[in-house]
C-alpha cells in the first residue's frame, strides 16, 4: 500500500558519472537532490573505460583523483588488423579506470555533498504533473519532484525511449581479464585498438594490472556464431598481435557482458521537459574514448544552465552546437571501420598520413571553450599534475 507522494526539489534517475555528476553539482548549490540507482551497488558496466583529460579535468573539480583510484596511464594508441600495427602517441595525457570504481567514487562524493542516494530502487514510470513529475518506484512509493535529470545511460526510460541512432545495429561486448606478466608489462601506457570483420574493440589496463577488453559488432556478423566462444575464436584467429597480448591470459569473469542495441550517433534534438544527460543526450561511437568525458560534461553543462535559469531545451541546444561536429565524424568513421573496405585501408591511410591518428583523437573531443568552470576547489591534485592534467 503506498502513500501520499513524497517530495524533492530534484530527481535525479540513474547513478553513473553522468548521474553522480550531476547530483554532485546540485547539491553542492544547496539544492535538494535524491540520486535514484537501480542497482544497489557500483558495478560493471559495457565501456571502454577511458578517461580523456577533460573526463580527468572534470573529477579533479570535484575532488576525485582517479590515479589516487589507481587508475592507469595510457599515453599511446596502437591499432591492429590481421598482421598490420600501427601505433601513434595520443595528442593528450589519458587515464583507464573500471566503471565500478569510477561510479562508486562519484556516488560517494555526490554523498559527501549532500545529496540523497536511493540504491537498489528503479524509477518505474515517469509522468508529468502539474509544474513537476511524479515517479513511480519500483518499492511501490510515488515521488514528486520539481525538476528530473534523466540518465538511465543506455537503458531507455520505459516511455521515454531514444530514437535509433545513425548506427544501430551493433552488439557491445566488455570482459576484464588477467594478463601473462610478459602482457602486461607490453600494454603498459597503451590504448589497443583492433578491427575484425564486422566490429572493432580495445583493450588497455584498469586498476590493479587487469585489462579491460570491450568491442562492438555486427549483429549479422554475430547471429551466424555459437555466441562469445565462437567470436572471440575469430577475433584472434585473425589478429596475430591481441592473439599474442591474450596468450596465457585468464578471463575474470565466468562471460562477458553485452549490451544492445546501441544508438551510436544520436543526439537529443528537443526535451519534453526532461533534462537528458550522458547517453540519453548524446552516443558517441566507442572509440573515440569520449563517452565518460560527455557524461561529465552534460552535467556540468545542464546543472550549470539549469541553476541560471535555462531551460532544458536551451541546454540542448547549446550540446548540440558543441557535439555534433565530433560526434558525426566519429559515426562516419565508426560506420566504416566496420567494412571490409574500411578494415583493408585503415592501417595504410593511418601509416601514409603521419598525424592521421592523433587528428582523429583531437576532433572527437569536446572543444576546449565549451567545457565549464566550477567553484569547486581541487583538493587533491598531486599525481594528476605529472601528467600535465
Known amino acids: 500500500m503506498t502513500g501520499a507522494p513524497q517530495s524533492v526539489e530534484n530527481l535525479v534517475i540513474g547513478g553513473g558519472p553522468a548521474g ?27 565501456c ?11 573529477l579533479n573539480q570535484v575532488g576525485i583523483s582517479p590515479l589516487d583510484l589507481g587508475a592507469k596511464s595510457i599515453r599511446d594508441v596502437r591499432l591492429s588488423t590481421g598482421n598490420q600495427i600501427v601505433h601513434s602517441p595520443l ?18 562524493r555526490a554523498e559527501q555533498t549532500g545529496c540523497r542516494v536511493l540504491r537498489g530502487t528503479s524509477v518505474q514510470s515517469l509522468a508529468k504533473s502539474g509544474q513537476g513529475w511524479t515517479a513511480s518506484l519500483s518499492d511501490g512509493q510515488p515521488l514528486h519532484a520539481s525538476a528530473v535529470f534523466l540518465a538511465a545511460g543506455k537503458h531507455d526510460l520505459r516511455g521515454y525511449a531514444r530514437p535509433s541512432g545513425k548506427q544501430s ?23 589497443d585498438l583492433f578491427l575484425f570483420p564486422g566490429g572493432y574493440g580495445g583493450l588497455a589496463l584498469i586498476e590493479n594490472d587487469a585489462a579491460n577488453l570491450c568491442l562492438v559488432v555486427r549483429r549479422s556478423i554475430l547471429r551466424p556464431l555459437d555466441g562469445w566462444p565462437e567470436l572471440l575464436a575469430s577475433i584472434l584467429q585473425g589478429n596475430r598481435h591481441l592473439r599474442r597480448l591474450l596468450d596465457d591470459s585468464t578471463p575474470l569473469w565466468s562471460r562477458p557482458l553485452a549490451i544492445s542495441p546501441i544508438p551510436y550517433g544520436y543526439l537529443a534534438q528537443k526535451s519534453n521537459g526532461l533534462w537528458p544527460l550522458g547517453d540519453q543526450a548524446a552516443v558517441i561511437p566507442s572509440f573515440t574514448g569520449d563517452g565518460i568525458s560527455i557524461a561529465l560534461h552534460s552535467a556540468a553543462l545542464a546543472t550549470h544552465m539549469f541553476l541560471s535559469g535555462a531551460t532544458a531545451n536551451d541546454y540542448l541546444r547549446a550540446l548540440r552546437s558543441q557535439l555534433t561536429r565530433s560526434v558525426t565524424l566519429a559515426t ?16 595504410a591511410a593511418l601509416t601514409v598520413i603521419p598525424g592521421a591518428m592523433r587528428w ?26 605529472q601528467l600535465g592534467i
Not at 48 to 58: D, K, R
Not at 92 to 101: E, G, M, N
Not at 360 to 385: C, K, M
Request: proline share 6%; with cysteine.
Open 20 to 46: 553522480a555528476m550531476a547530483a554532485l553539482r546540485l547539491a553542492a548549490a544547496r539544492r535538494e537532490v535524491l540520486l535514484v540507482e537501480k542497482e544497489p551497488a557500483a558495478h560493471d558496466k559495457v
Open 360 to 385: 582523429v583523437a583531437a576532433s572527437t573531443r569536446i572543444p576546449h571553450a565549451s567545457l565549464v568552470e566550477t567553484d569547486f576547489q581541487i583538493r587533491n591534485a598531486g599525481p594528476a599534475a
Open 169 to 191: 545495429d551493433l552488439i557491445g561486448f566488455k570482459l576484464h581479464w588477467r594478463l601473462a606478466p610478459a602482457q602486461t608489462a607490453a600494454l603498459q601506457d597503451f590504448m
Open 332 to 347: 562516419w568513421l565508426s560506420r566504416a571501420a566496420v567494412t571490409r573496405l574500411g578494415r583493408t585501408c585503415a592501417p
Open 91 to 108: 595528442p593528450f595525457p589519458a587515464l583507464s579506470l573500471s566503471r565500478r570504481v569510477l561510479d562508486a567514487a562519484l556516488q560517494a
Open 48 to 58: 571502454g573505460e577511458f578517461l580523456s583529460h577533460e573526463a580527468v579535468a572534470y
